[in-house]
């Protein structure tokens, strides 16, 4: 399994995301944002504050050198995880319906938060079942999902909500905390997979999860 995983100025995830791969024996590489090309199986855009979030979370980054790789590698079919701040480029590139707004309290949230899996039938989520109560780290001040009545019923409709927090931490309409495309290749989610790696760290849940991209 190839992992690309981009590097924008003020990412600061990516060794994390690296070093949860190389755990499950994936040949992982790291992309600077002035690349111009890229070979992989999984892209992954990981958290952090591309471009110091300036404007908006992931409205620069939208503009990097690497992104027609990346929109070429959706083309093909090919998986693509956006964490966080790579979640919000994910929809700032209208690879996923929505955006992400400030949170309800205009505070920063980090902690650890419950987490609901509302669909196990895509790539991410294949080793969970439906429904099933689990904890990932959140760290953002702009993870509040919201979309048109339009999407989000087509979400709902089509089996696209990955997750939904359990006592919603920022206003996201219908809870929701990860969505992937209807192709079920592209995801997007607020939680940290790649920070709860392994016990130590409090739980390897995260790696569970990612684990579903192993070919």
């Known amino acids: 399994m190839k992992v690309a995983i981009i590097r924008f100025p003020g990412t600061n995830c990516d060794l994390d995301t690296q070093y949860a791969f ?87 949230i980090s902690k650890n938060q419950k987490l609901k899996v509302a669909s196990n039938q895509n790539a991410l989520l294949n080793h969970f079942n439906k429904d099933e109560i689990i904890t990932l780290p959140i760290a953002h001040g702009e993870g509040n999902y919201f979309a048109s009545n339009k999407d989000l019923k087509e979400l709902e409709d089509k089996d696209l909500i990955l997750l939904k927090y359990i006592d919603n931490p920022n206003g996201s309409l219908y809870d929701i905390a990860g969505i992937c495309d209807e192709n079920k290749k592209i995801f997007g989610l607020m939680p940290h997979p790649e920070r709860f790696c392994e016990n130590i760290l409090g739980s390897d849940i995260g790696l569970k999860m990612l684990k579903g991209f192993i070919i």
């Open 22 to 108: 190389k755990k499950l024996a994936s040949k992982t590489q790291i992309i600077w944002h002035e690349e111009k090309e890229l070979d992989a199986d999984l892209v992954v855009l990981p958290g952090g504050f591309s471009y110091g979030d300036y404007l908006r979370c992931g409205a620069i980054a939208k503009f990097a050198p690497i992104i027609p790789a990346i929109l070429e590698h959706a083309k093909k079919g090919g998986y693509i995880l956006g964490i966080c701040n790579g979640f919000q480029i994910l929809l700032e590139l209208k690879l996923l319906k929505g955006a992400l707004k400030a949170n309800n309290s205009l505070n920063f």
